[in-house]
């Protein structure tokens, strides 16, 4: 009995931690991992993503929370094998297929410790880049922390 307690009050102390718990992971997270190794002590940065992606992709897509499945597959040009609400989604393509996609929480009101937000206008819901496309790298600070800001170089 004094074991199922303890169990239970390590499930109950670990509940708001694991809720609270959010942050990038997959792609985005090594795509932060990318930006701190090319980008310690260079102020400013600019960095491509061909190398970010352990695999081999030729277009990235990045879309808004507001991306409905159906928008995000009219831009891609493919079905999603899965779908979920309220989701920043990168879609990676390489000659017109999906090779990977992934999405992530968001928070409407700041970003993430460590997220990574390609700059985009308020009236866009994604942009699409190539695999040679660089980005000025910034870090910028919000109530949950540091985040990256991606704006492309024209």
């Known amino acids: 009995m004094k074991q199922y307690g303890r169990t239970g009050l390590l499930l109950l102390l670990g509940i708001p931690y694991l ?17 701190e190794k090319n980008c310690a002590g ?21 879309f808004d929370y507001t991306a409905s499945r159906a ?17 920043r989604y990168f879609v990676f393509t390489k000659s017109g297929d999906i090779v990977r996609y992934e999405y992530e929480t968001t928070n ?6 460590d997220q990574v937000v390609f700059a985009m206008p308020d009236s866009v819901k994604y942009q699409e ?19 990256y800001l991606l704006q492309p170089v024209k």
């Open 19 to 35: 809720i609270g718990c959010s942050g990038p992971r997959g792609v985005e997270k090594q795509i932060g991992a990318y930006i």
């Open 42 to 62: 260079h102020s400013p940065c600019v960095i491509d993503l061909r190398g970010a992606a352990p695999f081999v992709w030729d277009k990235m897509y990045v």
């Open 71 to 87: 928008e995000i597959e009219l831009a891609v040009g493919r079905k999603l094998g899965s779908y979920r609400e309220l989701s």
């Open 108 to 113: 409407i009101e700041h970003p993430f410790k």
């Open 129 to 147: 880049y190539g695999a040679d496309s660089s980005f000025n790298v910034s870090q910028q600070s919000s109530e949950a922390g540091s985040y």
